[in-house]
Every structure is written in C-alpha cells, then in structure tokens.
DNA sequence: TCAAATTTAAACACTTCTGCTTAACACTCT
DNA sequence: AGAGTGTTAAGCAGAAGTGTTTAAATTTGA
C-alpha cells in the first residue's frame, strides 16, 4: 500500500519551505521552475488538508445525521434549524449561534458563498452535543 | 479542491458498516457484489491509513534528521544507531530498548521482512525525543 | 514605484485510483 | 458437508492526480 498522501516532491518542498527557503531557492535545487514549486506546495497543502478532513469524517460515524443545510439557505438561519433539531433529538448544541455559525464557515469555506449555502450540506451530532459537518 | 479522501462510495459502506451490516446486505443494497464491497471498505480503510500517515508527517517537519537505517540492517541494531545518534545531538531518545523496536515496526510494518529493514528508513527526532520514521 | 516573491491558469504526458465483474480461496459455524 | 461471511486476484474502462512547462497576474516589501 502506498504510504501517505505526499509524494516525496512534496515532501521535499515541504522541508525546505521549513527552512525559511523561497520558492526559487527551492526551485534552484530541485532543478525545475519557481512555478512548480509553487504547484506542488499547493497540492501539498491541499493534501494535508484532505487528510484532516478524512479523519474528521470518522467522528460522523459516531454521530447521528441531524438535519441536512439546503443549497440556497441562508447561513444565518441554519442556527435555528440546527436547534430545533437537536432539541428533539433530546441533545444540547454545544456551541452559541455566533460560534455556531463560524464553525460551519470554518470547518467547510467552499461551501459557502457569503451568507448562502452553496451546496447541501449534511449536519451530524455526537451525543456531546459536537457538530460535525459531510 | 476535493474534499476529503473517501469516495462517496466508500462514505456509503462504513456508515452501513457501522451500523452492523454484513458486506452481503451491503451488497443488495447498493446492488453490485459482496466482492466489491469488501474492495471498497478496504479501499476505505486504507484511505484512513493514509490519512494518518499524512497528519503524522507533520511532525516530522518538527524534527531534526537523526539518521537513516540502510535497507538490510538487522531490525535489532537499529535501537544503539539511534540512541548513538541522539547522544551525539544531546536529545534523550524518549524508548527503550523494546519499545523503540515495537514503534519502528508499528509505525511502518510494510518496510520489515522479519529483522531485516527492506527499504531504507529515515528517523527523525524532536526535542522531546519523540521518534518519526519517513 | 520597482523588483522579488508568490499565485494562477492552461495544456500535456504519465501514472495511479476507482468501481466493477468474475472466479477462486479461507474461515467459521451447525 | 454446506451455508454464510469475508478476502484475494486479474483485468478493464473511466476518472483523477502528478509533475512539467509556459505565460500571465497578483501580492508583498523596501
């Protein structure tokens, strides 16, 4: 089985961008152009992204489907939404409305254009009262 | 970008999973073979491996280089390699003798045949004395 | 403002991943 | 021995990822 998400590239850019070294100077060493490194940092950082989001995923499995935050929906009301929901489930949301709704933007900004929902998105809740987003 | 490492496929047949089901039911649900099934778990699984591994990387970043354990050494020499070399460095190697040989093959099980090291392994260490393999 | 540093986009070959089928094999029950 | 469950292997088509180059745009700092 291949080992993790980074390629060795990557890895390697990873390393040198640790360093304190600038996309050239990296790009020098590796023999290929400043552009590329800035590619393969990207992707990179994308991989690492991907990799905490896959491991978030698991605590949905934990958790129980709440409600799902229609395309189109104003963020502002997902809150209410998401209350009323937990309610009858019998759990208590673990966050206010403020933090409620930066949770959502942070844990998922493509998703969001502004305040609307741009794409359904599914609302799990562990019996903590924690939210968790798919 | 993507989102995170499972398919939504793959998604489908942990939560089924989770719940109990058997790979047979799975199958009829999702109308295609249990043989798929178990692919598409284990395809699942490894993802999840993966993405540890990534995350897992990270620290490595942290870390000084300490040494490289050379594909064919004895599994057995590794522990005076490693505490020699953190000496060297005025690190405490945060194992003993045992445990640091459990970590090595726990970390990467794939890159032992018995006692011999396969492929080479690079180690590093943080001030902690905490060990990473890449 | 100027230059350096960084980011983005498009296109291209190459490789890898994914889901799928079919078929065989192993294990554990009763 | 037979049924149920899980695993493995080979092969295939379509999708996605990787490293590259070239060229243009944007951000940043002195």
Redesign the interface.
């Known amino acids: 089985?291949?080992?993790?998400?980074?390629t060795n590239r990557q890895?390697e850019v990873?390393?040198y961008r640790?360093q304190g070294l600038t996309q050239q100077q990296i790009a020098d060493i590796i023999k290929t152009s400043k552009a590329n490194v800035c590619t393969i940092e990207k992707a990179a950082l994308?991989?690492?992204?991907?990799?905490?989001?896959?491991?978030?995923?698991?605590y949905t499995?934990d958790a129980a489907h709440l409600c799902t935050l229609k395309g189109g929906l104003d963020l502002l009301k997902a809150p209410e939404i998401i209350y009323t929901e937990a309610e009858k489930m019998g759990v208590k949301v673990k966050y206010d409305t403020v933090s409620l709704i930066n949770r959502l933007r942070d844990a998922n900004p493509?998703r969001f254009r502004g305040r609307q929902v741009r794409e359904d998105v599914e609302v799990y809740i562990n019996e903590d009262g924690d939210l968790y987003f798919?």
Chains 1, 2 share one sequence.
Do not use: S, Y
């Not at 992204?49 to 491991?55: F, G, I, N, P």
């Open positions: 089985m291949k080992q993790g998400l980074l890895k990873l390393r640790k994308e991989n690492i992204t991907r990799a905490r989001d896959t491991l978030e995923f698991l499995l493509d798919g």
